[in-house]
């Protein structure tokens, strides 16, 4: 079992995690457990605060150091009890390593996850030194608060655990595992329109298909990702696969497919 804890001040939005599809029915078949912890419940003062005007000035504010450290202590602490040997604590933060399959995979290998989901300007940046592990980031951009993008770790990483999709093959399949985009899926009606599901799909020949949503994905990736071509390489099949692809592209759009 993956056991993952995530700081945040609002747990209530992980419902929609924890409530409906994958990510639901992986956690009821106990592939997963997760634990919601509020930093304002380990605040020193009346008031429950965890933040603070920060120091040298300028807009928003800050969140303090303690009521985080304990929350995340106390989240760690309760992996350790579950013989978690090694809790591995992330940040979610505009400035840490972009998420990619690879470290989706890296992840789900972890005996256990604690999640910090900040919110306001940030954190006290001693935090980061005392109690952080590693800094995820899914884009550049900035939302109002870690909780979502800890919701995005946490379901690219429970589809990852044996058992949490219906078809054991489902998530080899998907774009990125191989380097590649995901090639084109068709269902009924055979005939939608006036559009037709690819003979090549009703043939039964199995190579054939296979062979057929192998030159789609490096097309489609090669239009629409090509940084990912670049980075990934191609084989001499696979090279002869896009030609043919661009060929027959070039014949539908009267151009060479450049």
Known sequence: ??????????????????????????????????????????????????????????????????PLEKSIAAARERQLGCGVAKPRVLHLTPQGRVLDHALVLELAAEQGLVMLA??????????????????VSIGDYVMSGGEL?????????????????????????????????????????????????PAVLMSGNHAQIERWRLKQALGRTWQRRPDLLEKRGMSKEERALLEEYRAELGQITGTAGE
């Open 1 to 66: 079992m993956l056991h993952i804890d995530v700081v945040t001040l609002f747990p209530a939005m992980f419902e929609a995690v924890t409530a409906s599809g994958v990510t639901s029915r992986a956690r009821e078949r106990g592939l997963y457990e997760m634990v919601l912890w509020n930093p304002r419940d380990f605040s020193s003062n009346s008031y429950r605060s965890v933040d603070d005007r920060p120091y040298g000035g300028g807009p928003g504010m800050v969140m303090m150091v303690e």
């Open 118 to 135: 900040g919110r306001y300007e940030g954190v006290d940046e001693r935090l980061i030194a005392r109690a952080i592990d590693d800094e």
């Open 149 to 197: 993008a800890a919701m995005v770790v946490i379901d690219c990483v429970v589809r990852q655990l044996p058992g949490a999709l219906g078809a054991a093959d489902s998530a080899e399949q998907d774009s990125f595992v191989s380097g590649l985009l995901d090639c084109p899926h068709y269902t009924r009606p055979e005939m939608y329109e006036d559009e037709r599901v």
